[in-house]
């Protein structure tokens, strides 16, 4: 399993990797943490006649954390999330999820850029990001833009980019103090591939909740946010007994909304099943939580 | 020419220049370029474990880097395990006298992996010791005695001290 | 006066540390990718797309062309000069399914090799096989054995009407009265998945021309070295000692790499025709598709029992998809046969019939992988057995109790016409359950779990026939008689003693337990005892390691050399030391008077006997060099008892094993350190069988499993620490030994099956589809419809 030939390039400014990807258009791919595109090389699965290794543009490791965002550079790699007291702290949904990506030797390399680019459907970095309305800042030759997450996201393995471009920064909104959050999966063993999986943030004032927000991955086309559901919980006191109805609404409206995949490890039924399974967890975990941290 | 590069590889301590095709995987460099044929390949897309290294100080799956990323950069593997003098480190040891090992194919990633969460936490339960090894698959061991070497080592002083070297 | 250095400590029974490990943790072990010979090419091999497809036309053209491309062989070439795999006779045979090396005029399964592909490098064969044009002309393909054998099933071997390539009715004892009088007839159909060994090493080979002495040397990740070399020999049609086999260090075998395939003898032959050394290594992807697969069973069981919940009789109609051709060497004989055969496990049982068949499918060939066929019948009728007991309120402990062979009754010969003696089924099962405490946990699980989850206990009872000798075939209707396993004792100038045999290991340190055995016997130090296992042209002759038979085979014929060889030292001792050899014994490594009077060192004795043989008697001085065969004649039985408690989560589907107890009878300890790492080793396994391994195929005969993120194995999350007992009584053979190597893997998939099970049946549901995968769990629950 050894990959086919490819011309490799590993420049130190950005400008050159984006006038290198703007040529080699579909035929380029960038190479950050490699855990997802290394194993489609060697399976040959991808033959791109371009590889544009980002790894030694030092300005694209940024991990910042603002009064209003946290900066995620393209070469912020999951494990530095994870050792980061202001990430598990200030973000707890987004250290949450990524404790679940894979094993420790993934997660040194692998890049949460390139989970998002990647868009895996069983992948926990685009739900987070959907979850928590953050940005994409897409870089290219003709210049940089921005994309609302939902925007990035456009199917099974697919996003927005235009040839020649990559995305170079994430940003996460600083989620409330009075916003608790959840991340659930359902995977056969730790670190496979989550069959399916929920995020959820509920923004809570005196017991009812303010904005409520649930996505729903592993139903094949990328991360479904459940806006129907998220409705059924907008402005609806979520009280110890009363949350049971409103969250069985919400869970009913995902049952109904998704429509995933079948495939080898679960059958369409099935993995309805689980969306709603999980998207019950996760928001009865959410709202058992104290305020912004991880209970 | 971009199908050839040029690079400059620290590996258990001792440096290497070598000339290398760029689709050649870390893990082929390690054994077909430098001998290094203690890492082994289990499954070449990332999941088996067997081909564990340490790459600056942090484990990695040398199937999935390609050798020209390792310019540069400090690799130590299950050959850089011994001390100067030759003697074996201390899990190695705990892991012989604990038959901690029966084909020996999975040995190279668990030793890396082990040594990496014991330098991360000293003094983990045995839900941690299996949380960390559950991305290396033994198919021979049930991973028992994998799993008590790795408490027994947590147990001894002077583990620490040679995790600390192998950084 | 005491002398320390003449006190014995007995080697076996004791955790020995293996010499044999020491490289390998040290990353100085040598797998066959390891090695590299000047000038040695690479292989790679083009596999079909298709799982049945008439092959038109091949196209290498721009393949030869890539530079550092050598050659691209085809089957077309090959054909003629080679022999094909025929498959090997069997008494049950259906048709004869013939196996070319490289596919001539069609292909069988997906994955089957259609070119090999010599470069410099594995890359550039790989990027030469992309630029191989094959035109197939697709034929519809017969991926469900029950299908297969209808009449209007397509044909995938001319010469196998049905498909069949094995197919056996038998019956013993009047099977029909038994079930007209029985008080309660229990029937299920079960289905057990296919699965693969997935040794973390996959297959490979490096075949060299003249690299030493002999014509061709192939180094081959095996278990069989005399057998590769014979069937090399054979099919290349070049004398037998002209070929060398070697095993390097073996990343898991477990049946898998005992079987012959085409891929090696390719290579071999590429060798003898390029002069050069080739190497091939099977990647995973390739190995999903390449190596043999196994189980993959439907069975349809019956139970006819009394009101006491004794089984009087069992029926049992059982399919299995063995692949597109009867694999060389087992034939496709193996599962059909042993599922069917070994179903009646370690219970009394006085009547059974079977209907079994190997239908041929378009799949990759069906091969041993560890306990064959036994899982799958153990588990099944565990599954019954519970539904029997669940039928006439009878505890599964219980019902079990009741028809386990008892030690009073044996010797006794079941209904498979299997003798069962010397083994500990009833006192395995009482250890099992006083130490797991399993009335405490039937009352924890009536009284329901706190977190939601649904608890379920299994119980398996297994029989495992281990170290079988010539008087049993490997497999029932096989003409193949394993049982000439060599063992040669050389003790060396310097007293060093060599044992070498052709047993190579796995990682169970068979050579360990050889060096144990004797030390024993000779009173040599384990320090002066070194091996050689793994190279035909330093071992001895024998068939190699499977079956669970090395610690029998090879034990036995080191005591029978070893007491030759003692008798060889001591008459010598006796010369020089001029006393009677009666008041001779060996000590340390040191032969010496009983009451230590004289003595002498046996490097000096060896020095002595071999440098200055003028000094002693020609007739008293043959040598040190014995070699013995043993043969137990008859299998010597192992046993066990294995209770699995599950927690199913009803929402997920989720099982987790939250706890394990296992009580084995595996003979006389050899290494017990070794042996329990065999055991849990096992019982991995099986969990794995029974929760998460699986490959599955569409219905155009495409695998849908590719990697291993679709095939799962257990992590160390997915085991619980095992708890195990031992409930030991000797065997029969020779030092009292018996094999371990395959029994916890049925104790496994039985007890977690049946735990399963358990939980399911408490809250209205079933399950006998394996494995237990969420989904099928929550089938069984009826949370989801069945009809998906």
Redesign the interface.
Known sequence: MKPAWFDYYAPRALSEALHILGDAGQDGRVLAGGQSLMPMLNLRILSPAVVVDINRIEPLNELRADKDCLTVGALVRHADLLRSADVCRDWPLLAEATRQVAHMAIRNRGTVCGSVSHNDPAAEHPSVLVTMGGTVVVAGRQGRRELAAEEFFTGTLSNALEPGEMVVQLRYPRPSARTRSAFVEFARRLGDFAMAGAAATLTMRDGTCEHARLTILGMGQGPFRAHAAEQRLTGRRLGPKECKDGFAEAVAKVTADVDPADDVHASSSYRRHLAGVLALRALETALGRTGGKVG | M??E?RICVTVNGKVYERTV???L?LA?FL??HL????????????????C?IS?NG????S????A??A?GANVI???G??ADDGT?HPL?QI???N?A????????GMLI?AI??LADNPNPT?RE???????????????????DAVLIAARQAGVAHANAQVR | MSDARFVNLKAVGSSVIPDEAVPLVEGDGRFLNDIKLPGMYQVAFLRSQHAHARLNSIDAGKARQLPGVIKVLTGKELFGKVDPFRSMPNRFSGGESIQHWLAVDKVRFCGEAICAVVAEDRATAEDACNLIEVEYDPLPAVTDPRLGEQDDAPLIHDACKNNYLIKREYQRGDVDAAFRNAHVVVKRKFRIGRKQALCLESRGCVAGYRESTFTLTVWISHQLPYVVRHYLAEHLRMPETDVRVIVPHTGGGFGQKASIYPEEFVCAWLALQLRRPVKWVEDRLENMVASTHARDQYIELQIAADKNGRILAISSDIWVDVGAYSIYLWSAGMEPLQTAGLMPGPYKIEAMRYRTRGVATNKTPVGPYRAVGRPSASASLELLIDELGRRLNLDPVEIRQRNLIPLEAMPYRNANNLVHDNVNYLPCLKLAVAKAGYERLRKEQHEGSPNGKFRGIGIACYAELTGLGTSTAVGPGTLLQPGRDAVTLRLETTGVLTIAAALPSQGQRIMTAMRQVASDELGIRLEDITSISNDTATAPYGFGTFASRTAVFGSGATIKAARELRQRILVIGAFLLQVPIEELTITNSVVHTVDRSKSIALKDLTEKSYFSAKSIPQEINPGFEVTAFYDPKFGSFAGGAHIAVVDVDPKTGQVEVVRYVAAEDVGTLINPAVVEGQIIGGIAQGIGEALLEELVYDDAGQPRTMTLADYLVPSALEIPRIELHHANVPSAALGGFKGCGEGSIIGALGSVACAVADALSRHGGDIHDFPATPERVLKGLGVLASTQ
């Open positions: 971009a199908r590069q095709p760029v689709r995987s082929d054994r077909e001998h290094l044929t203690g890492t082994h390949l289990g499954c070449e897309h990332g999941v088996c474990g067997a564990t790459l942090r484990s990695a799956r199937c999935l880097t390609l020209v990323q310019d593997t299950i050959e395990l011994r074996r190695q892991f012989l006298e038959f090992l029966q084909c020996g194919y999975c040995t190279p992996t990496e969460l045995e010791v299996r949380e960390a090894l559950s991305g290396n698959i033994c198919r021979c061991s049930g991973y028992q005695a994998i799993i």
